[in-house]
């Protein structure tokens, strides 16, 4: 049955609309039903565990008063399963964030650090993960791939040769539950002063620190003083002494990454990440530096 058609005469919504949003392989609708807005997503049944998960986890977070999309059903299918969500009228931050004063823009990132630690205290069971040979081998693969894709940026080479150096800082790291696409893009400003938080169809298990990846690479484009913020917001106490390296690693690990990802898709995409890749490698002085320049500034203030 045509998805629309089946919310509509097997779960009664009278309205339902297309939501054409984000990369996620799911089905996203908006539908409408006794006046309320339900954001729906639906995923192929073979995603049931994980969804079933996300959902069980954004239950928890929802419970524990944060700032998430309400759940309301989850249902499973022969061939689909449906999550059910409330739907969060708001703006994207991504597009309000600079309309904000800078101390506000800082107060909506130590609110998303606050909410990422709450994230990270999640249960998960990880005793069959071994974190250093899933995520040493993942890494070693996409350098694989970025040279079978004769895919190349200036001093990518530097970049390549930071991460065979530094695989061994991957050992013995802790495991959280992860959202898994941690960034502005992926918060609403909710009646100009509060971030919501969305889009858990990514979540997994990994070490914390993987989580900023995204607020160096996306959020840090659009706002330092959020990306300033989220850090405050999560290391209450001062930033780990490990924290640096760690990031420099998963840093030259998301440029070699994100450019293998985007050849999945258009020219334009690739030459739009490149530009990202660029920015980073600028805000590590080409390798030079072992803290962002935009962070190091903030640090001499």
Not at 22 to 49: A, F, N
Not at 107 to 125: K, N, S, V
Not at 239 to 251: E, Q, R, V
Request: hydrophobic share 40%.
């Amino acid at each position: 049955m045509e998805q629309r058609q089946r919310l509509i005469e097997k779960y009664h919504y009278q309205d339902v609309q297309f939501l054409d949003k984000g990369w996620s392989v799911d089905q996203k609708w908006i539908g409408i039903k006794d006046q309320q807005k339900h954001l729906i997503r639906i995923s192929d049944i073979s995603m049931l565990q994980r969804r079933k998960w996300e959902f069980e986890q954004i239950s928890r977070l929802y419970q524990q008063g944060w700032p998430v999309n309400r759940p309301l059903l989850f249902i499973e299918e022969e061939d689909i399963v449906i999550g059910i969500y409330m739907y969060i009228e708001a703006q994207d931050l991504e597009t309000s964030i600079n309309l904000l004063p800078a101390s506000m823009q800082y107060d909506m990132g130590y609110f998303a650090g606050e909410a990422l630690l709450a994230i990270h205290a999640l249960p998960i069971e990880s005793d069959s993960i071994d974190q250093y040979e899933r995520m040493s081998n993942k890494i070693l693969k996409q350098i694989d791939m970025y040279h079978q894709k004769e895919l190349h940026f200036t001093n990518d080479y530097l970049v390549i040769d930071y991460i065979k150096d530094n695989l061994h800082l991957l050992s013995d790291r802790p495991l959280v539950f992860q959202h898994g696409d941690y960034h502005i893009g992926n918060m609403l400003l909710v009646e100009f002063q509060n971030a919501a938080i969305i889009d858990f169809n990514r979540c997994d298990i990994g070490d914390p620190y993987e989580e900023f990846i995204r607020a160096y690479f996306f959020s840090r484009k659009q706002s330092v003083p959020f990306v300033i913020g989220q850090l405050d917001g999560y290391f209450k106490y001062g930033i780990p002494a490990d924290f640096h390296a760690l990031m420099k690693l998963y840093m030259c690990h998301s440029m070699i990454s994100a450019l293998t990802w985007s050849t999945q898709f258009s020219t334009n995409q690739t030459e739009t990440l490149k530009q990202y890749v660029l920015m980073v490698m600028d805000d590590y002085d080409q390798l030079k530096k072992d803290i962002p320049k935009w962070l190091e500034n903030e640090k001499e203030r």
